[in-house]
């Protein structure tokens, strides 16, 4: 301690003058203050000679801390339990320590007093402290309140008028002589304050003096303390600390060296990224760009002023890139769309005007070598990937393949209408059979396709064709190669290019998608990215493999939509050209709307097989198309039908070849093999035999033949085959609408059997057709039709449910079974009827017969022969036999002659059961009529049902053998 003043004394030369200047003000401060207090501790009217004022600064610098009481609640309350002195304990506890400090110091207090005044004991100390404020108290009393405000001012007048309520003078100095009063009493008051606190304020006072002191020798310990130090850092820490800086100043060097570097690197990419980007090599530029990016979204450039639109131009040249990327994928992609259509038209059109020159269905692709196509695809799609802009694209080549595809069209139907058309009036005028259309014509292009012919419209839709195939090959390539790129590149020379621009196209994709959902800048969304912990971590193999498997998927989608889209741009535009001419194509022969109709279904089967989607636009207008056929052509020959009948005299005809061809083309065991073993037979071909072979041939017979079996017709009969074989060709050739088909010819049949009933069995046709009766011969003709139609039902229905799905087959089995159930019930009936014929004559003639057999007991009587009922008799069964024997299959005679014989053999033996033959004339008479008759029937084809042995007509034998026993016996 003894040397430190010495030391600082040595060092108080080297002093700052700064220094020097304060600190001597410092002391001239402490040495006036502790004059002041020296002598304010001089006066102190006390005695200070014990020392007992520095006891008292040494017991009053440590700080009491007086704990804090809550104030105690207002209102009287009742306790609910008694309150013990146990009751705050832990309260005593808490304050003891404070308490006894409290007390030390009231009990030093008390000390000081009873030094200056022996008389006071601990009570008047007590009284003194309390009657320490009284004073001023006093002085409140004496004094009005008015006075002790803190904004008093007698000259603000409302003041001056509570204070001076006089109105004179005199008064006026009155108060002011009160006002001088109350100043002594607040000075009187404020003497007696402070001679009762002079103890405390001259102690207060030494207190002062011995911490100026203090604080005087703590400064020059702090002086020399701080004169060591600087000499120490002079000594030792400066050379050093100069090291240091110098080698942060080296380091500041080098990394503004490294900064300049990256400037300049940075700049000479920009550059290089605009001749790149200017002379189209987009690898290159996608190289540049990725470093750029980089950059931006490290902290390299951060804080760089020059750098600042880095990122808009880094974005321009991938936008640029992109550009050029996209227009070289369409370029490539719809290559020389518009040179093949050319070439595909004027083939067309040279084929309408030389129809010689053939037809040329190919369609002639001269494109280059798949491998070479590939390769030229292959940066393209790369670069595309690697901006993630591959998807897009496809989008937008989508779109263009799709107008490419309209625009290709509506120049077909443009450039060959007009050729067609005038074709088309040339063959009009040597034909004589166009369809007119039924808004009259005009000169729209609705107009024009309706006026074409069914052979113009059927080489407009083979144009269109070949050129929407060749739209379509070319996206099918396109589609393969992109596939081929995205999927099959293992082992080939850039399949690790293609897997890291997959890899980085997803990343950027989903960076692109994450900016878009927060609508953040670029560089705000690579900050969001790094920082945020619930994104992703894309370094991460698993969920980098998911995003490149989730953009592989999207390419491939938007790529196979691609293709999609052109199919259903292409069918869409058939469909529409099909509707244009809705309302002519049903009126149409079957040949020319099969022409149509099969020239669709190749075009949708070859655009199905290229795209890959199937063409329900077009599947559904050529399917209400056909049925739309169907239904007008079976109400057409309804109503040929219907007329025909209503005509019919049914009158045998000969039977032209042409029908016969029908039976044997349709119902042959060869012609049915073949169609079931071959699902692909060629129906035109067939429906043309059918309709033209015989087409020249005069020659007929009497009879058609099915399956070995004659059969009688009439005209009628033949116009149902014919429709019946234009039904089942409809059938063949349109399998989709079989069951519709079949419900037609249920409904023709139907029809026909009900209407032939009412015109025959019914008389129906001597209203209509004039016919004067209903002969049997009338009847046996419609039984050989009737007959004929239920024969060939079997074979029809075997035809038309080859076509038929199995799942309807039940309900349209069940209903033609009816049909032909009903056919069958109609011949019976028929057949009834011929019985019924000869009933009702054998009736007639046996209410004749009384007459006759009066006769036969007359003597005179000499006539040989059987009686007139038995002649007529005999000669009308015999007509009808010849008559049915002639037309009727002989089981069908047979079985007719057999219910005839039994209705005669009842009714004539009834008949002559009641004559009496008692005399020999009778007897003779009536067994010459009985042999006639029984000769007549034995001479019937039912004679042949009867076994040998078994009478042909019982009881007309028996009555015979009666008549001979009592002829034998008389």
Request: one cysteine or more; glycine letters at 4%.
């Amino acid at each position: 301690m003894d040397a430190k003043p010495s030391s600082s004394t040595r060092s108080g030369t080297r002093l700052n003058p700064n220094r020097q200047n304060s600190s001597s003000l410092l002391s001239k401060s402490l040495s006036d203050a502790t004059t002041q207090n020296l002598s304010s501790i001089l006066n102190n009217p006390h005695d200070v000679s014990d020392g007992s004022w520095i006891g008292w600064w040494s017991s009053s610098t440590t700080s009491v801390q007086l704990p804090e009481f809550a104030t105690p609640p207002s209102g009287n309350k009742t306790l609910a339990v008694d309150i013990t002195r146990s009751d705050f304990n832990s309260y005593l506890s808490s304050i003891s320590d404070h308490y006894s400090r409290f007390e030390d110091i009231r009990n030093h207090a008390n000390k000081e007093s009873d030094d200056n005044n022996a008389s006071y004991n601990d009570n008047d100390v007590t009284d003194r402290h309390e009657r320490a404020g009284e004073a001023l108290v006093a002085c409140l009393r004496e004094v009005p309140a008015l006075y002790f405000k803190e904004d008093f001012a007698l000259e603000d007048g409302a003041t001056f008028r509570a204070a001076s309520p006089y109105s004179t003078v005199a008064e006026n100095s009155v108060l002011q002589e009160k006002l001088s009063q109350y100043l002594d009493v607040v000075e009187l008051h404020l003497v007696k304050e402070i001679s009762l606190r002079s103890n405390s304020f001259f102690e207060a006072q030494g207190q002062l003096e011995d911490l100026n002191l203090k604080i005087v020798e703590g400064c020059n310990r702090i002086r020399e303390l701080k004169e060591t130090i600087r000499l120490l850092n002079v000594d030792l820490v400066d050379s050093a600390c100069q090291i240091h800086d110098l080698n942060i100043t080296r380091s500041d060097l080098l990394a503004l060296q490294e900064k300049l570097r990256l400037i300049l690197y940075v700049n000479q990419s920009l550059a290089a990224l605009k001749l790149l980007v200017a002379s189209a090599d987009c690898a290159g530029a996608l190289d540049v760009t990725d470093d750029l990016k980089h950059f931006l979204d490290g902290d390299q450039l951060t804080g760089l002023h020059c750098f600042r639109h880095l990122e808009d131009h880094v974005a321009a040249a991938i936008d640029s890139v992109n550009s050029i990327l996209s227009a070289e994928f369409l370029r490539v992609s719809i290559n020389d769309a518009g040179e093949k259509d050319a070439v595909i038209l004027s083939k067309a059109k040279a084929m309408i005007t030389s129809p010689m020159n053939g037809e040329d269905n190919e369609v002639h692709s001269h494109e280059e070598d798949t491998s070479s196509f590939h390769d030229r695809f292959l940066p393209l799609i790369i670069g595309l990937l690697r901006t993630a802009k591959l998807p897009s694209v496809l989008r937008v080549y989508r779109d263009t393949v799709t107008s490419d595809m309209k625009t290709a069209i509506k120049s077909v139907v443009a450039d060959l209408l007009p050729v067609l058309l005038s074709r088309s009036l040339d063959s009009d005028f040597k034909s004589g059979d166009r369809i007119v259309d039924a808004d009259g014509g005009g000169s729209s292009l609705a107009s024009k396709l309706r006026s074409l012919s069914s052979e113009a419209f059927v080489q407009l839709l083979g144009t269109i064709f070949k050129i929407v195939q060749a739209h379509l090959l070319r996206a099918a390539e396109v589609k393969k190669a992109i596939e081929w790129i995205m999927s099959n590149l293992d082992g080939h020379y850039a399949a690790d290019s293609v897997a890291a621009a997959i890899a980085h196209g997803a990343l950027s994709a989903e960076l692109d998608s994450v900016g878009d959902a927060q609508s953040f800048p670029l560089s705000s969304q690579r900050n969001v990215i790094k920082v945020n912990p619930l994104q992703p971590k894309w370094n991460d193999a698993t969920t980098s493999s998911n995003l490149s498997k989730n953009f592989r998927a999207d390419v491939l989608r938007e790529n196979t939509e691609a293709v999609f889209a052109a199919c259903d741009a292409a069918h869409g535009r058939w469909a529409k050209l099909l509707g244009v001419r809705a309302l002519l194509h049903p009126k149409l022969r079957l040949q020319d709307f099969l022409h149509i109709y099969n020239v669709s279904q190749e075009f949708v089967t070859a655009t199905e097989k290229i795209g890959g989607r199937l063409g329900y636009s077009i599947r559904g207008t050529l399917q209400s198309q056909a049925k739309a056929f169907v239904d007008f052509q079976h109400e057409s020959r309804m109503t040929k039908l219907r007329a025909l009948l209503d005509q019919e005299t049914w009158v045998e005809v000969d039977v032209p070849n042409e029908f016969q061809a029908i039976v044997d083309s349709l119902f042959s065991m060869d012609s049915l093999n073949g169609e079931s073993d071959d699902g692909n037979v060629d129906t035109t071909g067939k429906v043309n035999n059918v309709n033209t072979k015989h087409e020249n041939e005069k020659s007929s017979t009497h009879l058609i033949s099915y399956r070995g079996v004659g059969y009688h017709m009439v005209n009628c009969g033949l116009i149902l085959l014919k429709l019946l074989s234009e039904y089942i060709d409809m059938n063949t050739v349109l399998p989709a609408l079989s069951s519709e088909v079949i419900h037609r010819v249920l409904e023709m049949l139907k029809f026909f059997n009900t209407r032939a009933c009412q015109l025959v069995l019914g008389a129906g046709a001597m209203q209509v057709s004039g016919l004067k009766s209903i002969t049997a011969k009338h009847l046996a003709l419609a039984s050989q039709v009737i007959s004929f139609v239920h024969a060939i039902i079997p074979e029809i229905r075997r035809i038309l449910f080859l076509k038929v799905p199995e799942t309807r087959k039940g309900l349209l089995i069940s209903e033609i079974d009816r049909v032909s159930q009903d056919y069958k019930v109609h011949r019976d009936e028929i057949h009834t009827k011929l019985v019924q014929i000869m009933r009702e004559r054998l009736l007639v003639h046996l209410r004749g017969l009384p007459q006759i057999i009066e006769t036969w007991n007359r003597v005179d009587e000499t006539d040989a022969l059987p009686s007139q009922f038995a002649r007529s008799l005999s000669k009308e069964v015999g007509y009808l036999q010849r008559v049915l024997s002639r037309t009727l299959h002989e089981a069908d005679v047979q079985e007719i002659f057999k219910e005839v014989t039994i209705i005669f053999d009842i009714q004539i033996s009834d008949a002559f059961s009641t004559v009496d033959f008692s005399t020999p004339q009778t007897k003779a008479r009536l067994n010459r009529d009985i042999e006639h008759i029984l000769g007549c029937i034995r001479s019937l084809p039912s004679a042949k049902l009867i076994e040998p042995g078994t009478p042909i007509a019982g009881q007309l034998e028996s009555l015979v053998q009666k008549i001979s026993a009592e002829t034998e016996q008389s």
